[in-house]
């Protein structure tokens, strides 16, 4: 291992990414033990992992069955940790990994499409809750954003790891071609040809060969997609609340008609 004794070693340039921008890069953090762990524990490519002398025993044999070159497993005290990363921890096990998005003939449905989600800590936690459900394959178009941000895979708790990602340019396109029933979550629009089609979760059932389209936190699904949607499904809601979570909407949705 390479025990790293100042904050401005060029060895971790990966670990900037927490006070820079991440959407541009091929790589992205996982900043939490039990998230780094997950990481290691996948098939994603791991590049480095940087950690306090503490993790780095408690995760030597893991760490190497992953990175066999120990150039690459850098330690540090908790001061030169923090000043590298620029800011106090609780938990110090950090690695970097490479992004993987799938060829669109390996996801498996059901799919869940993200529709211009763009809070990392909603996406984070739409992952968590598909996952418990049994969904693994997700579709994320140009509006949304990545499910690699470092809030989103914390959130995740490392369940971004084990799901396969499709990322999209042209949503019409690629649902048009789509040979699967299209379903979309979404509060009753008012115009008559999508409320014909509008139906209560709880009078609705499903196979487990689905998409089903999760929307804008603020906006919903977008219209042109809702026009494409062969059933918009909608959770009925009590005292006057007219609108719920993206991902506790998605829990509800994906408990009435996912096996």
């Known amino acids: 291992m390479v025990f790293i ?13 927490l006070k820079s921008k991440e959407e541009n890069s091929e ?3 996982a900043d939490h033990e039990k998230t780094a762990v997950r990481l290691l524990e996948s098939n994603l490519e791991i590049i480095s992992v940087f950690c ?7 995760h030597k044999s893991l760490i190497f069955s992953k990175i066999k070159d120990p150039n690459f497993h850098y330690v540090a005290n908790k001061d030169v940790f923090e000043k590298t990363i ?6 110090g096990f950090m690695a970097v990994g490479r992004k993987r998005f799938q060829m669109e003939n390996l996801l498996k449905p059901p799919i869940l499409f993200l529709n211009g ?8 936690s739409i992952f968590r809750t598909a996952l418990a459900f049994g969904v693994q394959s997700f579709v994320i178009d140009s509006f949304s ?5 470092r809030r989103s895979v914390r959130v995740s708790m490392g369940t971004v790891f084990k799901s396969n990602i499709l990322k999209i340019e042209d949503a019409e396109v690629y649902l048009k071609n789509l040979d699967l029933p299209i379903y979309a979550l979404s509060l009753p629009v008012g115009r008559n040809d999508l409320l014909l089609k509008t ?12 998409l089903l389209i999760v929307g804008n936190e603020n906006n919903g699904v977008h219209t042109n997609l809702l026009d494409l949607a062969d059933q918009i499904i909608y959770i009925p ?13 998605l829990a509800v949705a994906l408990s009435n008609f996912c096996d």
């Open 199 to 210: 139906k209560s979760i709880y009078k609705f059932k499903s196979a487990n060969n689905f």
């Open 237 to 249: 809601m009590k005292n006057e609340v007219d609108s719920l979570n993206v991902s506790h909407a």
């Open 145 to 149: 954003a990545s499910p690699y941000l």
């Open 86 to 91: 620029g800011f106090r921890v609780h938990q």
């Open 52 to 58: 306090l002398p503490k993790y780095y025993e408690k």
């Open 5 to 17: 004794l100042s904050p401005d070693d060029e060895r971790l340039s990966e670990y900037s990414l």
């Open 117 to 124: 989600i763009v809070d990392s800590e909603n996406i984070g």
């Open 27 to 29: 790589y992205f953090i």
